[in-house]
């Protein structure tokens, strides 16, 4: 087998891919509901807090908040803990559900006063809608077209003040005046091994599963810097441990992710592919972001927002004014000897940074 095969680990590893019923259930169950229970991204949290008692103390509608990032990292569940924070109710929509701009105005006017509208993918929404958009986040307003051609008018109508709160894993897609209007743009990262350690230290008791320190770790070096994925594998080591009438140790982690071939650093099929062209087809790099999404067969979209950041952050690859290149460490973890002139970039050490001091006190 080489060592860029192995695809049973696709499922698990996707951020983005929703799973079973169930999985939808149980992270619905899990999503905190406040920021002080929200772990991580404590600058986000900060900015956030700030945002809302300033809005709390003048008597109105938080300012629109744009949430950009990777998925699974909590985009929904910041949206929702805006809302409740606030006291506000919620509704939810999403880009791709927003095809024409009546689709927008049917949803816009049926808000109540001070609603929180969250609208997920907003990068794809339609053209149309976006324009609309514009007036009503700046006036609280819309013009409804009536009518065709040279007979079309425009009718004014007034909406309820509403916080809008967007999501995107493309904020460089958004266009300037949209992305103007925001009035705070939250950009997540990807979590350290420490505080996933923390979200799945959480889900554990929610699972009611008993679970060693150590194999929290070990799940959390696996895990993408990604809660959505910790909490999935999380689930799979508990069926492992039930299956096999054991506590989860490490060992049961080890031999349970092992299974699903989800690797030490957590790189899925697409990774591999990814790695696979860099370093063989193309020598290492540097190449083009759309070259190696041709080369793979995917969506650029799906390598820039999903592939890249995480095997950046993990440093197998940097991003250089030429195009992409695979790191020393990059080569090593396929076991290729890399030329001499490739960039050093230590492979984030998820498991040394889980040994330091696990929480910070604003855990
Ligand atoms: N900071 C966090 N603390 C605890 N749990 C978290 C945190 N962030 C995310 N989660 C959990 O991870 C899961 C995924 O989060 P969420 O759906 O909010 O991500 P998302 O960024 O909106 O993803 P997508 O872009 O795919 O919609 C949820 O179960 C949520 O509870």
Redesign the pocket.
């Known amino acids: 087998m080489s060592p860029f095969d192995r695809d049973a680990a696709d499922e698990l590893l996707q ?2 891919m ?1 799973g079973s019923e169930a999985e939808i259930a ?7 509901k406040s920021l002080a ?5 404590q600058r986000v949290r900060g900015q956030l807090q700030l945002l809302l008692d300033a809005a709390t103390i003048q008597n109105r509608t938080p300012d629109h908040i744009l ?1 950009a ?12 803990i805006v809302a409740h924070e606030s006291g506000r109710p919620l509704r939810l929509s999403s880009g791709p559900a927003i095809q024409h701009a009546g689709d927008l105005a049917a949803v816009l006017s049926s808000l109540v006063p001070g609603e929180v509208l969250f609208v ?2 907003i990068h794809r929404m339609a053209r149309s809608a976006e324009e609309l958009l514009y007036l009503a986040m700046e006036d609280f307003r819309i013009d409804i077209m009536v009518g065709k051609g040279a007979g079309a008018t425009s009718i004014p109508l007034d909406l309820a003040p509403f916080t809008l709160v967007g ?1 995107t ?1 493309r904020s460089g897609l958004l266009p300037n005046p949209l992305r103007d209007r925001f009035g705070f743009t939250a950009h ?1 990262e990807f ?1 350290d091994p420490a ?1 996933l350690v ?2 799945l230290r ?2 554990a008791v929610m699972l009611e599963l008993q679970i060693e320190e150590s194999a929290l770790v070990e799940i959390a070096g696996r895990s993408r810097g ?3 994925i ?2 999935r594998l999380l689930r799979r080591v508990r069926d492992y441990a039930l299956v096999h009438g054991g506590a989860a140790t490490r060992d049961v982690v080890r031999s349970a992710l092992e299974l699903y071939d989800v690797d030490e650093l957590g790189l899925d099929r697409l990774d591999r592919a990814v790695m696979n062209i860099l370093l063989t087809r193309f020598a290492g790099g540097p190449v083009g972001l759309n070259t190696l999404a041709v080369s793979v067969g995917e969506e650029s979209e799906t390598i820039e927002s999903v592939v890249e950041p995480f095997l950046v952050r993990i440093g197998l690859i940097v991003r250089t004014p030429r195009g992409r290149m695979a790191t020393r460490a990059g080569w090593e973890h396929f076991g290729l000897a890399a030329p001499d002139e490739t960039i050093s970039r230590a492979v984030r050490p998820a498991r040394e940074t889980a040994r330091q001091p696990l929480f910070g006190d604003e855990l």
């Open positions: 951020p983005d929703m149980f992270e619905g169950a899990l999503r905190p229970e929200f772990v991580g991204q949430l990032g990777p998925p699974g990292l909590g985009k929904t569940t910041l949206a929702m997920d993918e999501a894993t997540l979590y505080e923390h979200v959480r889900a990604t809660p959505r910790a909490n």
